[in-house]
């Protein structure tokens, strides 16, 4: 039983009151018809337990009654072992669907999302994943160490007198030209 409900647009707005009055006659008329499935449910449980299986005679001598008695419980093994079966048949074909699950999910991999682009500073940051009440700040120029610039000092020696190391040049371009 399917319920279809069509809108007709109409020229003014329903009233609030009204709606809720319709909302309830649909919710009424719905839970009417819950309870009569049930009905119909039971009945039609009945029915089949009437036709398929018979109240016991339990009419006779102790006798009988023993050997009913021992049918009906032979009858309940039977099904007991039918179910622990079945149920161990499904159990075993859930654990291939997941190892199946699993191994799709495998060969596939997994799809990392794009990451976005968001502009939050070291602070703001810290501030979302631990919450407001925790303080902690990130200014990271802070913890750095401090390092004092050494100025080089070029020893006097190495540079001297221009004059002097022209004059030694001019001495070895001599020796060169005599030779």
């Not at 036709?51 to 009419?59: F, L, Q």
Request: glycine content about 2%; some cysteine.
């Amino acid at each position: 039983m399917c319920v279809h409900v069509v809108v007709v647009p109409n020229r003014k707005k329903m009233t609030s009151s009204r709606r809720h009055h319709l909302k309830s006659l649909i919710l009424q008329i719905a839970m009417d018809w819950i309870e009569q499935e049930k009905k119909d449910a039971i009945a039609a449980k009945e029915a089949y337990m009437a036709e398929h299986c018979p109240a016991p005679d339990t009419s006779g001598d102790q006798a009988t009654l023993m050997e009913l008695c021992k049918k009906i419980h032979a009858a309940i093994d039977k099904i007991d072992e039918e179910r622990y079966d079945i149920e161990a048949k499904v159990q075993k074909a859930d654990k291939e669907i997941e190892d199946l699950k699993i191994k799709v999910v495998d060969l596939r991999g997994v799809k990392k999302p794009a990451l976005k682009k968001v502009r939050m500073s070291a602070d703001s940051m810290l501030q979302a994943l631990l919450g407001s009440k925790h303080k902690v700040t990130m200014d990271l120029r802070s913890n750095l160490k401090q390092v004092k610039k050494e100025v080089k000092e070029e020893p006097t020696e190495a540079v001297g007198d221009w004059r002097k190391n022209i004059e030694d040049k001019a001495d070895r371009k001599k020796m060169f030209e005599s030779s």
